[in-house]
Nanobody
């Protein structure tokens, strides 16, 4: 069982920056995708950014050019650097890991979430 622990959320003014971090309790092997999702009050959870084990990254249109996702597989971490934050970025941010075993079975894990609030 993989446990994901997020950290780094908080309150920031519009235009500011935050970095959220997610550390997994064990090494993720094989084909995998590590990502960040967010859920604002009254809205559905949405994908913010993801990083694949083959090096590809993917971003929601709303964060392109402002957010950067990165991973350190030796340290079992995935980071989301958020710049030029806007009030619309306010949400609970969740770390997510999807991994496929040798038989092609998908396993998916979620962190507990960390609150990001952008407000003056």
């Amino acid at each position: 069982q993989v446990q994901l622990v997020e950290s780094g959320g908080g309150l920031v003014q519009p235009g500011g920056s935050l970095r959220v971090s997610c550390k997994s309790s064990s090494t993720i092997f094989g084909t995998n995708v590590k990502g960040w999702y967010r859920q604002a009050p009254g809205k559905q959870r949405e994908l913010v950014a993801s990083t694949y084990s083959d090096g590809r990254t993917n971003y929601a249109d709303s964060v392109k050019g402002r957010f950067t996702i990165s991973r350190d597989d030796l340290d079992n971490t995935v980071l989301l650097q958020m710049n030029r934050l806007e009030p619309e970025d306010t949400a609970v941010y969740y770390c997510n890991v999807k991994m496929w075993d040798g038989s092609g079975n998908l396993r998916e894990y979620w962190g507990q979430g960390t609150q990001v609030t952008v407000s003056s």
